[in-house]
């Protein structure tokens, strides 16, 4: 059927029309007491006009946010000849959908849709219905309004009166919200971050000094000291890195993710190469057609462990206790930002503990080899942003 929610996941609109009109002010002034200055009326009169100036979308919504589960509003559909295009009830599938009562007042919306190269864009009608029984979720109807009797909808919330018949306001695109994640390659998502780790406070490291005869030299050692931005072994408090993970869907909906991560991370005397695996969790992969006004955006959770190799530092991959081994454990909390249909602008901020080798002492037979590299501890703040694909 055309209207399936999975390819209009979340076009959100802005109405306007009769909607618009009902939240006008209309007053008339009989008289002006005396006192009252001209100027006075004129600015009363501009502050009513800005507050009728208010979005219509808005007034709508906070009609519409707060339902009754009385019935209010009717939709009536155009019969259909042909039985399997007619809409179907969600409660009870072997029933046709003859009209659509609710609480919630219909709203319309722009859906474009690509065939054959050529962009066509749709008007739908969107009722959200009252739930099934035993059920409190609501379910989403998305109806061409060439399938509406007269394209209007019925009011039938005051029993005293006859029904009020109402066009649908006009309908444009106010921001897309399709959240349809197509990924790349074989991953179902693909996250490319550029991040910058701060570590606080001070560290440093001491090398012994020698000469080409590996002869101890006064003073015999050289401490090297951190500073703010540094990539040799003294350390550095700002520690960059570009981060890329490719993930695959553990559940059909999309709520979690796992798979390979990579990254390039210069600091320490080395260019760090971590590889290791990623974990993400999504807390609304897809805008929930029950909402009545479904967010176009996400807050997310991330977690990652990886061994953080590199080609400079000589140190084995595998130490022989914890002290020594090559480690990196992160996890963190972010937010996806809609930019399109298959695009999301992404920030978080976590937390990343690494061991990580430093340059190998060069000299002094007496040191075992597996204590040539010192390994720097650190446990730093992470902020990244980045593309969520």
């Not at 929610?5 to 209309?26: F, K, L, T």
């Not at 009513?48 to 009754?68: D, F, G, H």
């Not at 059909?252 to 390039?264: E, S």
Request: glycine fraction near 8%; proline fraction near 8%; charge should be negative.
């Amino acid at each position: 059927m055309f209207a399936h929610p999975d390819h209009i996941y979340c076009q959100r609109v802005r109405n306007r029309g009769v909607e618009a009109y009902e939240g006008g002010v209309s007053m008339a002034i009989c008289s002006i007491p005396s006192g009252v200055r001209l100027y006075h009326v004129a600015a009363i009169l501009a502050a009513i006009l800005c507050a009728s100036c208010a979005s219509p979308r808005a007034k709508v919504a906070s009609q519409n946010e707060r339902p009754t589960g009385i019935i209010t509003y009717n939709v009536e559909l155009i019969a259909d000849a042909d039985t399997a295009r007619a809409l179907r009830d969600v409660c009870d599938p072997s029933q046709v959908v003859r009209s659509i009562s609710t609480d919630i007042r219909p709203t319309p919306r722009v859906v474009s849709r690509i065939v054959a190269g050529v962009t066509y864009a749709d008007t739908l009608i969107r009722v959200l219905a009252l739930p099934c029984d035993g059920s409190k979720e609501r379910k989403e109807y998305l109806i061409p309004i060439e399938r509406i009797v007269g394209k209007r909808y019925t009011s039938v919330s005051d029993p005293l009166e006859p029904p009020t018949r109402y066009a649908f306001g006009e309908a444009e695109t106010n921001d897309i919200c399709c959240r349809l994640r197509t990924g790349w390659w074989i991953f179902d998502k693909l996250e490319l971050r550029l991040g910058a780790g701060f570590r606080f406070g001070t560290d440093s490291v001491t090398y012994p000094v020698v000469d080409a005869n590996s002869v101890p030299v006064a003073p015999f050692q050289q401490t090297y000291g951190s500073s703010f931005v540094n990539f040799d072994r003294g350390g550095s408090n700002l520690v960059p890195s570009v981060e890329l993970s490719g993930l695959f869907k553990l559940d059909r909906t999309g709520y979690g993710h796992v798979g390979p991560w990579l990254a390039v991370m210069p600091t320490d005397g080395s260019v760090f190469v971590p590889i290791g695996a990623y974990g993400r969790y999504t807390f609304t992969p897809a805008p929930r057609t029950d909402e009545i006004d479904p967010s176009c955006h996400t807050p997310y959770l991330y977690g990652l462990a990886a061994l953080p190799l590199d080609f400079s530092s000589g140190a084995p991959l595998f130490g022989s206790t914890m002290a020594r081994q090559r480690l990196m454990l992160g996890a963190g909390i972010g937010y996806d930002w809609a930019a399109t249909c298959d695009l999301d602008v992404s920030v978080d901020v976590g937390i990343r503990h690494m061991n990580l080798p430093l340059p190998e002492i060069d000299c002094c037979p007496s040191v075992p080899d597996e204590q040539r590299n010192p390994f720097r501890e650190s446990t730093m703040f992470m902020l990244r942003f980045g593309l969520t694909f």
